[in-house]
């Protein structure tokens, strides 16, 4: 199993408009993170976790011509809308494309982009079927993939996580339960945002991502949803543990 990293940025992106940091006027490629999402690939399936955006420079950033499904982590903007750009990937495959989140989620979405839907569908728009899920669902299959959604709390907004084998991703995340961290156990490898250092009311800090990779055991971790205020790339890695490892738009991983 395959997980390509499309953004690891936050809902402001690095560079940020109108900041002359060190990190948004770095030369470095791995400081330019568009907002955040990823896509996991096994076989021939391959599902996208969240639409934000940068969905139409993520896509061709990184040559993907079809995917299988969406799942979504929760409906704040940067990482919803850029659903409109899936249009070029529903004409390639002519059919619908499944898509999965929270209730709440795919009624907001259903809102934002009520040109999709019911009577009112625009033509030429994409069409996607949307499938409710929670943080109890059981585990299911996506053709080759099974998924194991994940409850997480952004501060005090339920949102979702997901497990793909020894994989977990997780971003936006403040806490989890210890009944949600069960489902975490024996993994290879999990992905977990990281704002910054500061205390945050709805983001993991940099300790408290390290902690709770330490805590569920993980082999190895990697860090995404990243602030500029973090640090550049470089000088974050030197503060690491060598199971941890700072993840970076483009960078693909599996397990």
Do not use: W
């Not at 994409?126 to 194991?148: G, P």
């Not at 989890?176 to 910054?196: G, H, P, R, T």
Request: glycine share 6%.
């Amino acid at each position: 199993m395959k997980l390509t990293f499309l953004g690891t940025g936050t809902s402001q992106g690095i560079p940020t408009i109108g900041c002359d940091c060190d990190v948004c006027l770095s030369q470095n490629s791995k400081d330019n993170r568009l907002r955040s999402s990823v896509i996991i690939t096994q076989n021939d399936t391959s599902l996208l976790i969240d639409t934000g955006p940068d969905l139409r420079q993520q896509m061709l950033n990184n040559s993907i011509l079809d995917i299988d499904a969406i799942l979504y982590t929760h409906e704040h903007n940067d990482h919803v809308i850029g659903l409109d750009d899936i249009r070029p990937l529903y004409f390639r495959r002519r059919s619908n494309i499944p898509t999965y989140g929270l209730v709440r989620v795919l009624d907001e979405i259903k809102l934002r982009f009520s040109y999709m839907f019911g009577d009112s569908v625009y033509p030429g728009v994409a069409q996607i079927d949307t499938h409710a899920i929670h943080q109890d669902t059981e585990s299911f299959k996506i053709e080759h993939i099974t998924v194991t959604p994940i409850g997480v709390m952004h501060g005090n907004l339920p949102i979702l996580g997901y497990r793909f084998g020894n994989i977990a991703y997780i971003t936006d995340a403040s806490s989890i339960s210890e009944e949600q961290m069960k489902k975490l156990s024996n993994l290879e490898i999990v992905v977990v945002n990281a704002l910054q250092r500061k205390e945050h009311h709805s983001h993991f800090t940099l300790e408290k991502a390290l902690n709770f990779i330490e805590t569920i055991g993980a082999k190895t971790g990697y860090l995404t949803h990243l602030s500029h205020l973090m640090g550049s790339h470089d000088n974050i890695s030197l503060e690491l543990p060598d199971h941890v490892h700072v993840a970076y738009d483009g960078l693909v991983i599996s397990a």
